[in-house]
Structures are given as C-alpha cells and as structure tokens.
C-alpha cells in the first residue's frame, strides 16, 4: 500500500510542478536542514509568494505531501482519498494562491533518496548544509553520504546556484562538481556569505539569544537572533542570506527579514525551567557533531560558582558501526567542555557516561536511565536555581519528555516542545 501511495504521490507531484512551474530551492545535510529552511522563509517570503516543506516532510512521500500543501493520511484510507482528491484538484483547476517558491528540505535514509527528489522536483538552488555520521546504518561511511548529498548541486544546471557551506571541507568541495553558479557561507574569511564576531547575549542563565555581524561584497549589517544558542542558527540565518542574494536582495532587506526568523522546535531553544533554570531545548535529534557542538556552547555560558551545568543526552541512533565510538566521542566532549552532572538515556548511551569517566569525570556525577521520563524526574531532584540544562538526543530516545518534566510551565509544551502530536503520545 505505501509503495502504491507513494507512485500516485509522485505523479500528482510532478504534475502539479509542470502545471504551476514554481522554483525550488532544495536543502539537504547531515544537519541543520530545517533551521536554514525556516530562515529562508522568513526572508523569502517577505517580498515572494512562498511556502516550505509541512513539518518534517523530506522524504519520498513527506515532500509530494509539501508540494501539494496537504498532510499524510496516516492510517486512514479516507484521508489518503482527501490527499488523492487534493492533487487531481490542482491539476484540472488553477489555484491562483498556489507559490512562486517552493522551499523543500531533501532527506536521505537510503543511497539514491536524493537523487529520486530531485528527479521529481529539480531545483533552481541547491543548499548543501554539513556533512556528518548520520544514517551510516545504511550508507556505511560518511564518504557515501557526500556522494549522496552531493546530489542536489550537481543535478542542478548552468541556470541555477549552488549555495555552499565553506566551512565544511566535504561540502566546499562539491563546487567542483557544479555548473551552477557557486555562493558560499560561513565564518571563514574566504567565505562568500560571511558571519563575523557572533556572541551571547545576557549572562547566566539570563541568556536573551545571540547576535553577530553579516557580511556579503563589502556590505556589512548587525543580526540579532532572540531565544536560541548555537552557531547552527546563524548557519541559518546566512543559507537565508546566500538565497536572498540570489533573488537580488540587499544586506538590509535580509537582515530586516530575519527578525522574523522562527527557530524549529528542538534546535537550541531556550525554555525556562522549574526551580529558576535555565533548559537548552536540543531534543529534536542528535549525531555525535552536533551534540559536540551543543557541548561547546555549554562551555561558552559562564555561570556563578555554586551553579551547575548539567547534559541529560539520549542515544545517538542510526550510526551504524560508528555507534560506539560516536558515543565515545560525545562522552569526551562531556568532560572537555566542562559539565558538572551528565544524564544519559538509553543503552547506547553508556558509552558516553562510560567515555566521559575515563576522561576524569567523577563516577558520582554520572547516571543512566532506560527511558526519558525516568531521567526527567531524577533531575528534578538534582538541579538547583541557577543551574544551566542541555537536552539532546536521537527522535528515538524522546527526549522532549525531559524537557516537559523540566520546563517551568508545561502547559506550553504542545507550542514549544517537539513530538506534541496526538501520533506521538501513544
């Protein structure tokens, strides 16, 4: 029945692409995928009629879902009928509201997922975010996930634009492989796209969010992005600026537009928490970089003495035969970057509590629990006012019910956490 559905899907896609002709930008990486995406569509859609992907939808049968701007029926025959309906519906009637700009995140599980999307839906801009040990479960070395990633620059033609990020060697090196026009991001000087002296902004657990300088062609104009941590959102915000300065628009209408920028649930967001702390919302997924990377943001975050920081990390999944040691490698970017409690969740995980203690962390700051709701109401117990917690870890491991057992007002999680849905809570 999927396989069915998912030849229809691609059918009514593909005509209403034919029928409708709308440019598509496509985003694809091991990580940051949905946070460019949210920011391109905060730029984008202030001067073009634009839409993005419906939630996560990346992937063979998520994206045809985007493209005709429905949900999945799950489980439900009518629904599907509903989802039918709506592509034929678009086909033989013009929908006038239908967008100029499609902004379409390009998942990839299995070896040719990346080439099947951009076969269905070709781009007139390719966005190659980071290259990292995901989904090794299934293309069994990060070499064969940047000859897949590499896909969506290198189908695109002589029209179109590669938008690259310099700062990752893999990805730098696929504008070799391109015919498109190349523009660069990052914070290196030779980066076309650049970020300069980004920093927090607050102290403490007072954190308000970060800002930075955002430079292109000798323009340079001041960003300030409220409510989240991490490198990765100004990765974001300059995808957002490469796209905008291939529709020809300036520093300032970008920067302008960024305010606007939403923040993906899970990403770094900050939540306050019972007991006057602070929660580093991470929960969405995790892989060994970025959760090296949410470590390192830790460590940048001066706290009083007697406050403590604390990383409540779920498994890591889908990494194949990299598992252990990309555990390994978290455990001892625990102990580098400075953490005084580490909880863990799940079996894979012990090898992150198990690394960090070899490092030198003290065996009495560090516990395992099976599940996440069993982890949330141990920290309950050990954080203090003025304490700083970082949540982090695989779809899996579902770690936003950490989060939840945490957060000061979990009336709000449905509009601040991940995984609220009714499909979640079985």
């Known amino acids: 029945m999927k396989k069915i559905m998912q030849k229809i899907l691609y059918i009514l896609a593909k005509k209403v692409l034919k029928k409708y002709k709308p440019e598509v930008i496509g985003i694809t990486g091991s990580m940051g995928k949905t946070s460019a995406k949210e920011a391109v569509f905060a730029v984008l859609s202030s001067k073009f009629k634009v839409r993005q992907n419906i939630k996560n939808y990346n992937n063979e049968l998520g994206m045809p879902l985007s493209i005709l701007d429905v949900e999945s029926g799950n489980r439900s025959i009518v629904k599907w009928l509903k989802v039918i309906f709506k592509g034929i519906s678009l086909i033989l009637f013009k929908d006038k509201d239908y967008p100029q700009i499609l902004i379409l995140e390009m998942g990839a599980d299995h070896p040719g997922d990346i080439k099947y999307l951009t076969?269905?839906?070709?781009?007139?801009?390719?966005?190659?975010?980071?290259?990292?040990?995901?989904?090794?479960?299934?293309?069994?070395?990060?070499?064969?996930?940047?000859?897949?990633?590499?896909?969506?620059?290198?189908?695109?033609?002589?029209?179109?634009?590669?938008?690259?990020?310099?700062?990752?060697e893999k990805v730098y090196e696929m504008?070799?492989?391109?015919?498109?026009?190349?523009?660069?991001?990052?914070?290196?000087?030779?980066?076309?796209?650049?970020?300069?002296?980004?920093?927090?902004?607050?102290?403490?657990?007072?954190?308000?969010?970060?800002?930075?300088?955002?430079?292109?062609?000798?323009?340079?104009?001041?960003?300030?992005?409220?409510?989240?941590?991490?490198?990765?959102?100004?990765?974001?915000?300059?995808?957002?600026?490469?796209?905008?300065?291939?529709?020809?628009?300036?520093?300032?209408?970008?920067?302008?537009?960024?305010?606007?920028?939403?923040?993906?649930?899970?990403?770094?967001?900050?939540?306050?928490?019972?007991?006057?702390?602070?929660?580093?919302?991470?929960?969405?997924?995790?892989?060994?970089?970025?959760?090296?990377?949410?470590?390192?943001v830790m460590k940048s975050i001066n706290l009083p003495q007697d406050d403590k920081k604390f990383a409540i990390l779920g498994d890591m999944l889908e990494l194949g035969g990299f598992s252990e040691e990309g555990h390994r490698q978290v455990g001892r970017a625990v102990f580098a970057n400075g953490i005084d409690f580490l909880i863990t969740v799940g079996?894979?995980?012990?090898?992150?509590?198990?690394?960090?203690?070899?490092?030198?962390?003290?065996?009495?700051?560090?516990?395992?629990?099976?599940?996440?709701?069993?982890?949330?109401?141990?920290?309950?117990?050990?954080?203090?006012?003025?304490?700083?917690?970082?949540?982090?870890?695989?779809q899996g491991a579902r770690m936003e019910k950490v989060v939840k057992e945490l957060m000061a007002e979990p009336l709000l999680a449905k509009d601040l956490l991940v995984r609220q849905g009714e499909e979640w809570q079985s």
């Open 119 to 168: 076969d269905l839906a070709p781009c007139k801009i390719g966005v190659a975010t980071g290259i990292g040990p995901a989904h090794l479960e299934f293309f069994e070395s990060v070499d064969k996930i940047v000859k897949e990633k590499r896909v969506i620059i290198s189908h695109l033609d002589s029209s179109g634009c590669a938008i690259l990020n310099h700062d990752d």
């Open 347 to 394: 079996e894979r995980s012990r090898d992150i509590g198990r690394s960090a203690i070899k490092e030198g962390m003290p065996e009495e700051v560090v516990f395992n629990f099976p599940t996440a709701e069993e982890a949330g109401l141990f920290a309950q117990s050990k954080i203090k006012q003025g304490d700083l917690i970082l949540v982090k870890g695989s």
């Open 175 to 296: 504008r070799e492989k391109s015919k498109a026009r190349v523009l660069t991001y990052g914070f290196d000087s030779e980066a076309g796209v650049r970020a300069q002296e980004d920093s927090i902004i607050g102290d403490g657990i007072e954190i308000e969010g970060m800002k930075f300088k955002l430079s292109y062609n000798g323009s340079v104009v001041p960003v300030f992005i409220p409510g989240v941590l991490g490198r990765q959102h100004i990765y974001a915000a300059l995808v957002a600026t490469a796209v905008g300065v291939a529709y020809d628009m300036n520093l300032v209408e970008i920067s302008e537009s960024l305010k606007n920028y939403k923040a993906p649930k899970g990403r770094m967001n900050l939540i306050p928490g019972i007991k006057k702390t602070l929660i580093i919302d991470d929960s969405y997924n995790s892989s060994p970089i970025p959760a090296e990377a949410a470590l390192g």
